[in-house]
């Protein structure tokens, strides 16, 4: 972030320099700070020369950055609505540390501002009576960190002391306050946090939702902003459990922009539902699920709403959707199915890396586990980089293998236009093999088809099954087994790579 805003200091900028000076020595005073605050008693303070500006400011941590550092301000001009955004950012604060920082009196904060004009700047180092007094803000949200947002006993401990505080401190007498409802972690997460909810999403998110129906107990929290519905409600489309991009900071830009539209109609009480902004790079599939997802949950803050409607997109794929089913780094083209286990879930871009299409995979009978003695050099359709050739996921039809005995494995694509037709193409291999290790894949819809490839050795040759139209639910299921011809002592069956397309 410190690329994105200007990060001011005592050599940069003048009038900070005795206020910079007075917070190391922990002797800032209203007298003399960064921000010119006129001295008068917040009862007969009048509002700075920018009327119909909207000023809100945050106290959180990378939640908040998340949340309305990204698309907020660019959503409000969009509708010609004036904004100044703030955010007193520590990363990974939770209310009891906000409660310590003000005790103490420690200049803990980066003060990230966004001005009327768009300018964005830091102030590093500041305590919290700087940033509250710096504006007569209109809206000042808290949070809790996220892995207690859905342990009630750790707000009802710290946001008293925090809200009182702030109360103490703000210019306008008629602010309101937000309370800003975090999202659940990715059901594949490895934050330690995750164990308070058995590691386990849903449960998450219902702990979460139970805090903040109970938050305007604690204080007088005016607006609760239902980001954490916002992302779960997206997770219910085509998109899948796609919105973190380490399993609890939201993706850039899909993750942060639902939280910005949920941010924006919650306040300013107009939908984003067709509003032209988007990021950079945002197909308009994404743009349509993220608005949607936000606009639900501000109908409907305290429980999920299925978005049936994004679920498929319908219309034919205009570019492939490349599948690489394998562990490891992901490759630039390809949708890494990244488990071999039933339930794992996936939504689907096209081959250009850049646009969910709608659809999503998922297996709901397991393969045994990954090989990575696939091929190294192709020469395929396909053009498959060397982490997609040498991984593939197998089974094992004969006998057991590590405990397990696989007879089939199976994923199912969703989401499919029933108009259509789709072509499915494989790639297996086992390099370093001579037995045959022949594989069947079935795939069925309202039809069906089969194709066989013997997977030993191979790196060369890709079998397709074409012209298959999906069930009546938009449903294509693929089976992967072992071919009549394969001789291999264990019956072992690969999958690496899959290309789909519609006709």
């Not at 300018?119 to 500041?126: M, Q, S």
């Not at 997206?234 to 973190?244: H, K, P, Q």
Request: hydrophobic share 35%.
């Amino acid at each position: 972030m410190k690329n994105w805003f200007k990060i001011f200091s005592t050599r940069t900028l003048a009038p900070l320099m005795m206020g910079a000076v007075l917070l190391l020595t922990g002797a800032c005073t209203k007298d003399s700070n960064p921000f010119d605050l006129p001295n008068a008693d917040p009862s007969q303070y009048e509002r700075k020369a920018n009327p119909g500006v909207i000023k809100i400011l945050a106290i959180g941590n990378s939640f908040s950055e998340d949340a309305i550092e990204s698309h907020l301000y660019e959503l409000a001009k969009e509708k010609g609505i004036k904004v100044i955004i703030g955010n007193m950012y520590i990363g990974g604060a939770s209310l009891n540390d906000h409660k310590t920082n003000i005790e103490r009196s420690l200049p803990a904060y980066d003060y990230r501002k966004i001005s009327q004009d768009g300018t964005r700047k830091a102030y590093p180092k500041l305590t919290m009576d700087l940033a509250v007094e710096d504006e007569d803000w209109d809206y000042v949200s808290f949070q809790q960190v996220s892995q207690n947002s859905g342990q009630l006993a750790t707000v009802q401990s710290a946001l008293p002391a925090v809200y009182n505080y702030v109360k103490s401190k703000v210019r306008n007498p008629n602010v309101k306050y937000v309370y800003h409802q975090t999202w659940a972690y990715a059901q594949s997460s490895t934050h330690t946090g995750f164990a308070n909810y058995n590691s386990n999403q849903l449960t998450m998110y219902n702990a979460i939702v139970d805090v903040s129906k109970k938050v305007k107990e604690i204080v007088p929290i005016d607006i609760i902003i239902p980001a954490g519905t916002a992302i779960q409600n997206g997770r219910t489309s085509a998109i899948e459990d796609n919105f973190t991009r380490d399993g609890y900071h939201l993706s850039i830009p899909l993750g942060r922009y639902t939280a910005a539209c949920t941010w924006f109609e919650t306040l300013f009480n107009q939908s984003t539902v067709g509003m032209t902004y988007k990021p950079e790079g945002m197909g308009t599939f994404e743009a349509r699920v993220a608005q949607n997802a936000a606009h639900f949950a501000v109908l409907k803050p305290f429980e999920i709403t299925p978005m049936v409607d994004f679920q498929g997109e319908g219309g034919p794929l205009l570019n492939p959707v490349l599948i690489d089913f394998g562990k490891g780094a992901v490759s630039p083209g390809w949708n890494q199915v990244n488990d071999f286990l039933a339930g794992t879930r996936i939504g689907l871009k096209d081959n250009q890396g850049k646009e969910y299409v709608g659809l999503s995979l998922s297996i709901t009978e397991r393969f045994n586990g990954e090989n990575t003695g696939g091929a190294t050099a192709t020469t395929t359709p396909f053009n498959m980089p060397l982490l997609v050739s040498s991984r593939s996921y197998f089974g094992n039809t004969k006998r057991a293998f590590s405990g397990l005995l696989i007879t089939q494995s199976v994923f199912v694509l969703s989401g499919l236009d029933k108009g259509l037709t789709y072509s499915l193409c494989f790639f297996g291999s086992r390099a370093g093999v001579s037995d045959n290790r022949e594989t069947k894949y079935t795939v069925a819809g309202t039809n069906q088809g089969q194709a066989l490839l013997n997977t030993s050795a191979n790196a060369n040759n890709i079998v397709c099954v074409e012209r298959i139209s999906p069930d009546a639910n938009g449903k294509i299921t693929v089976t992967v087994t072992a071919g009549d011809n394969n001789n291999s002592a264990d019956g072992f069956f690969y999958l690496n790579a899959a290309r789909l397309t519609s006709n």
